[in-house]
């Protein structure tokens, strides 16, 4: 199921402009091969086990476009302010401690006109999908699954006005947000 969001998000980098994109959560790097060849990829992942399979996918599949593969938590980084053009955060904002470190933290890290993208599960608005959701909500979390993570739990009001937002299909179970960094901040 993760692999349509992964597809829809790694598409939406490879469509914006610039070439410096932070992969944060990276894993086994599943998406490194789905970036075009003029994106800088450098990845970022908690789990040194999960990054050794990602460094092997590097070699295994020629992937000269990935420059660095590194343990780092996504909510306090060692990069400088404004290193990226780009970050992607797959599958991570809902199981990190503090969503709203993580978004302030990519905020520092993205240059001023660029973006930062989440492709994560979030609560149902409305329906009988928010009703399964809150049912499932205790026996999930220790799967380490949140299905009752409201996207007003990771962006502010003035980042929801701003972010596109929109389902992935097949089912729309994920939903892909792009929110744009002013060009003045």
Do not use: C
Not at 4 to 29: C, D, M, W
Not at 32 to 59: C, F
Not at 68 to 92: P, Y
Not at 118 to 133: I, M, P, S, T, Y
């Amino acid at each position: 199921m993760s692999a349509f969001g992964r597809r829809q998000a790694v598409t939406a980098v490879n469509a914006l402009p610039g070439e410096k994109v932070l992969e944060v959560g990276v894993g086994t790097g599943l998406a490194l091969p789905l970036y075009n060849k003029n994106k800088r990829i450098t990845g970022i992942d908690l789990s040194e086990d999960m990054l050794e399979r990602a460094r092997q996918r590097v070699v295994r599949e020629h992937l000269s476009n990935v420059d660095d593969l590194a343990e780092m938590d996504a909510e306090a980084t060692i990069f400088e302010d404004n290193s990226f053009d780009i970050a992607v955060a797959m599958f991570v904002a809902s199981v990190v401690p503090h969503p709203d470190a993580l978004l302030k933290e990519l905020k520092r890290v993205v240059r001023p006109g660029g973006h930062i993208l989440f492709v994560n599960h979030f609560l149902a608005q409305d329906g009988l999908r928010l009703k399964v959701e809150r049912a499932m909500a205790s026996a999930s979390r220790s799967l380490g699954w949140h299905p009752d993570f409201a996207i007003e739990t990771l962006l502010p009001p003035e980042d929801m006005q701003r972010a596109t937002i929109r389902p992935v299909p097949p089912l729309g179970l994920f939903t892909l947000v792009t929110l744009p960094q002013n060009k003045d901040t």
